[in-house]
C-alpha cells in the first residue's frame, strides 16, 4: 500500500509537478473506512433480488458480465465478441456469423464501454450496447434474453473507443477512431510513409443508426476529422439534444512517443458535432461515397442463427465544405472522459494532465458559434474562444480526472486515477464537497442513471484498475475488482469490494425493475424457423447428403432422440442440430461428443443448436448431455459409431427401440 503510493508520488512528481500539492494524494487506511452498518446496506437476504441490474464490460476478455447491486453478487457473463465455451458462443455453426469482420474470423476484442438504451433520455431497458475496440465493432445485446443479437464493424476507423454512446433517444450510437490513419477508402493509397501523418492521416467519428423497434444497426454517416486521437464521448441531452461531444488529444498530430509528444500544447479539444444538421446534409445528398469493406451480423431470435453480410459503402461528410457541423472547443490538457450534466447545459471535460476541471455552458457555445467568437481555426473547422463558453473550472480537485457521472441532485463525481479518489463537486458552484479515497487507481465510475436525465443518486460504483492488497493473492495476477460508495447522503460512504470478470472499463446500471419483468424464460417451440429443427421426438432423423450427416436431434429430460447412430463413415461432416424440447424456464440441455473440436453446444428451451464434427478415427463415439439437468442427466448419453471410408455400414438411428433405416438424401 505505502509502496505504491510512493510509486504513484513518483510518477506525479515526474509529470504532474504542478498538482503534487493536491490534498487527494494523501495515503489513506484501507481498513478504517468501512463504517459499522455497511454490510446491512449491501445484504440482499436469501431468495430476495437486488435492486439494480450491473452491466459491466470485461475489458480483455471481450465480454460483458451482469452483477446486482447492492450485493455485487455476479449473475451472468454474456460472450459478445468472443468465444465462450459455457454457452458455445463462436462454436455453435449459428454463433460463428457473429464473429466474422472484413478481416475474416476474429474471435476476440477489446471491450470498453457500455451503453444503454434511452428513451427521451431515460433508460428504457430494451439493449445494451458494447464496443470491440481492437477490431472496431459496436455489439448490440438484447437486455431480455441476455444474448448479443447484432454486430456491426466500423470501416474507417481504428481503435473504436469513443464507442458506443448513444443519443437521447438511442437514435444514433457513435463510434469515433481512437487512432487516426490513411483511411479504408478503396479508392485512396494507404501505403503511405508513417512520416507523412500531416497530410495522410485522418480522424472518423461514425454515427450508426439504430431501428427504433427491431434496434437494428446502420452506419447511417461518418464526419472526416483531422488526424486527432479521439477518447470519449457524450450526447447533448434537453436543450442540447442535437448536438454531440467527444473528447480529443493529440492535436500535436504526432505518430510516435505520444506520452510526450502528445502532451506538448497546453490544450487539445471537446469536439462539439451537431448530428441534426449532419442527418439533413446527408439527407439532401451532401455526403461523399466511401469505398469500404465492413460486416455486419445479425443474430434471428426465430431461426436461431446468426448471418454475416458485407457491405461496401458508407456515406461521408467533410466540415471543411459543410461548415457549420463540427466546432472545436479548447480544454487543458489531454482531455479524457466528456460527460454531459442532466440538464445538458454543462459539458466537463477531464483533462488528464490538467490541474482544473473545465465545465463549459452549451447555450454559451451556441452564443460563440451565432457571434462567430473564434480563436481561429484547427486544420479548416472552427477553434471557439475558451472563456467565451466556460462556465467555469473547478480548480484543484485532484491529480488525474478521469470520468464524471451525476446525482441529479446538483453534483457530479469524478475519478482520479492518479490520487485515487472519487471528488464529489457542486455543478453550479464548482467547488468541491466531498472525497473518498478507492482502492485502487479508479478508471470508470458509474452512478445508476448518471449518463441520463434521471440518475438514480443513490450509489456510485468505482471500477478500478489496480487491486493490490484487497483480496486473497492468486499469483502475479489479482482479481479485477469494483467498489460500491453509499451517495445518498452528504458524504460518500464505502460500503463493498467486490471481484470482476475481465478488467471493468465502463459499466451502467439501470433499474432492476425495469428488465426483470421483460426477460424471456424460454424460446417458444412452435416458433422455432430453424432449418434444422426438430419439434418433437417423431421429427428426430439422420440423413445424409453426400458427405455431410444431418442429424436432427431432440433433448429432453433425460435422453437425446435419437441416441444410437450408425453408418457414420470417415470423411463425413457430422451436423448434430440439437433442439431443446423443453418449454420450462431454466432448463437447458448440453450437447458434447467426444474429440469434436467444439467442446460443446448449449440449448436453450425451445432453441435449436448445431455441432459440427469430423470424426478423425473409426470407433464409437459417446455423446452426452453437459448440463445436469435431472436426476438421471448421467444417463443422458448415447452412441456414436464411425466405420472407416469404404465400409458398407448402412446409416441407420434408433432410440430404445429397433434401429431405423434412414434415406440418403432428404
Ligand atoms: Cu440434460
Not at 486521437?229 to 454531440?244: E, I, K, M, T, V
Request: hydrophobic share 35%; net charge negative; charged share 20%.
Amino acid at each position: 500500500m505505502k509502496h505504491r503510493h510512493l510509486v504513484l508520488f513518483i510518477t506525479a512528481a515526474l509529470t504532474l509537478p504542478v498538482l503534487l500539492s493536491s490534498p487527494g494524494c494523501k495515503p489513506q487506511n484501507p481498513t478504517s473506512a468501512v463504517e459499522g452498518d455497511a454490510a446491512s446496506k449491501v445484504y440482499v437476504a436469501p431468495g430476495k433480488h437486488d435492486e439494480f441490474y450491473n452491466i459491466v464490460s470485461g475489458g480483455f476478455n471481450g465480454q460483458v458480465s451482469v452483477y446486482g447491486i447492492p450485493s455485487g453478487r455476479l449473475f451472468r457473463i454474456i460472450p459478445v465478441f468472443s468465444l465462450n465455451p459455457e454457452s458455445g458462443w463462436g462454436f455453435s455453426e449459428e454463433t460463428k456469423p457473429m464473429l466474422n469482420t472484413s478481416h475474416g474470423f476474429v474471435p476476440w476484442d477489446d471491450t470498453h464501454h457500455i451503453a444503454l438504451s434511452t428513451t427521451n433520455g431515460e433508460h428504457d431497458g430494451r439493449w445494451a450496447f458494447v464496443n470491440g475496440n481492437n477490431t472496431p465493432r459496436i455489439a448490440r445485446i438484447s437486455l431480455a434474453t441476455f444474448r448479443t443479437e447484432e454486430i456491426i464493424e466500423i470501416p474507417n476507423s481504428s481503435g473504436n473507443h469513443s464507442s458506443p454512446f448513444l443519443t437521447e433517444n438511442s437514435e444514433y450510437a457513435v463510434a469515433g477512431t481512437r487512432f487516426s490513419y490513411p483511411l479504408d477508402d478503396k479508392e485512396s493509397n494507404p501505403d503511405v510513409p508513417i512520416s507523412t501523418y500531416k497530410q495522410n492521416f485522418k480522424g472518423t467519428v461514425s454515427f450508426v443508426g439504430i431501428d427504433k423497434e427491431t434496434g437494428h444497426m446502420n452506419v447511417a454517416f461518418q464526419v472526416l476529422l483531422p488526424g486527432v486521437n479521439f477518447d470519449l464521448a457524450r450526447c447533448g441531452r434537453g436543450p442540447s439534444h442535437d448536438w454531440f461531444f467527444f473528447s480529443c488529444y493529440n492535436t500535436e498530430l504526432a505518430s510516435t512517443l505520444l506520452e510526450v509528444n502528445a502532451s506538448q500544447k497546453d490544450k487539445d479539444f471537446v469536439m462539439a458535432v451537431n448530428w441534426k444538421k449532419c442527418e439533413e446534409y446527408v439527407k439532401a445528398g451532401k455526403g461523399k461515397k466511401s469505398k469500404v469493406r465492413y460486416a455486419h451480423n445479425v443474430f434471428d431470435e426465430k431461426t436461431h442463427t446468426g448471418t454475416s453480410t458485407i457491405k461496401d459503402e458508407v456515406v461521408v461528410l467533410d466540415p471543411n465544405e459543410l461548415k457549420d457541423i463540427v466546432y472545436f472547443v479548447p480544454c487543458p490538457k489531454s482531455p479524457h472522459g466528456c460527460d454531459v450534466d442532466p440538464s445538458g447545459e454543462f459539458i466537463c471535460a477531464s483533462g488528464k494532465l490538467a490541474a482544473v476541471i473545465p465545465v463549459f455552458s452549451f447555450s454559451k457555445m451556441q452564443k460563440a458559434i451565432a457571434d462567430k467568437n473564434f480563436e481561429g481555426e484547427f486544420e479548416g473547422i472552427p477553434v471557439l474562444k475558451y472563456d467565451a463558453v466556460l462556465h467555469g473550472e473547478v480548480k484543484k480537485p485532484g491529480l488525474g480526472p478521469l470520468h464524471t457521472e451525476f446525482d441529479g441532485k446538483g453534483f457530479a463525481y469524478t475519478s482520479f486515477f492518479v490520487s485515487s479518489e472519487i471528488v464529489k463537486w457542486d455543478i453550479e458552484k464548482l467547488e468541491v464537497v466531498d472525497r473518498v479515497p478507492t482502492y485502487y487507481s479508479i478508471g470508470h465510475l458509474s452512478v445508476p442513471g448518471g449518463p441520463t436525465r434521471k440518475p438514480h443518486g443513490k450509489y456510485v460504483i468505482a471500477y478500478n484498475k489496480i487491486t493490490k492488497d484487497r483480496y486473497l493473492p492468486t499469483g502475479p495476477e489479482l482479481t479485477q475488482s469494483a467498489q460500491l460508495y453509499d451517495i445518498s447522503g452528504d458524504k460518500m460512504k464505502l460500503l463493498l469490494d467486490f471481484p470482476t470478470t475481465g478488467e471493468p472499463h465502463y459499466a451502467e446500471a439501470i433499474p432492476a425493475s425495469l428488465v426483470a419483468p421483460k426477460s424471456v424464460k424460454i424460446f417458444k417451440i412452435e416458433e422455432n424457423n430453424h432449418p434444422y429443427v426438430a419439434k418433437g421426438e417423431k421429427e428426430a432423423r439422420v440423413f445424409r447428403e453426400g458427405n455431410k450427416v444431418h442429424v436432427l436431434m431432440t433433448s429432453i429430460r433425460s435422453h437425446f432422440t435419437p441416441d444410437n447412430i450408425e453408418g457414420v463413415k470417415m470423411g463425413d461432416e457430422v451436423y448434430f442440430h440439437v433442439t431443446n424440447l423443453e418449454q420450462d424456464w431454466d432448463v437447458p440441455h448440453g450437447f458434447a461428443v467426444k474429440g469434436a473440436n467444439n467442446a460443446e453446444i448449449l440449448i436453450m428451451p425451445g432453441e435449436t443448436c448445431t455441432l459440427k464434427w469430423v470424426p478423425d478415427r473409426t470407433g464409437v463415439f459417446p455423446i452426452y448431455c453437459t448440463d445436469f439437468c435431472s436426476a438421471l442427466h448421467q444417463e443422458m448419453q448415447g452412441y456414436v459409431r464411425v466405420s472407416p471410408r469404404g465400409s458398407n455400414v448402412p446409416l441407420t438411428y434408433s432410440t430404445g427401440n429397433k434401429a431405423e433405416p434412414t434415406g440418403e438424401a432428404k
